[in-house]
């Protein structure tokens, strides 16, 4: 999966600061917003795409 650790980082830091009441540090803010970019990367569309078909 190309996005594999890029969602596992989001995911991760959404985690700690939901459930685990901890705030993140600027590091971590740092590496969630630059998953963020990477995922929403023209070159992952066509992706975005095929999966969106899959759902229907």
Do not use: C
Request: charged share 25%; aromatic share 12%; net charge positive.
């Amino acid at each position: 999966m190309p996005l594999k650790n890029e969602i596992r980082t989001i995911t991760h830091a959404f985690h700690l600061e939901t459930y685990g009441e901890i705030r993140l540090d600027q590091n971590r803010i740092f590496e969630m917003g630059k998953a963020l970019t990477t995922i929403q990367s023209p070159s992952f569309w066509p992706m975005r795409i095929k999966v969106f078909w899959k759902l229907l």
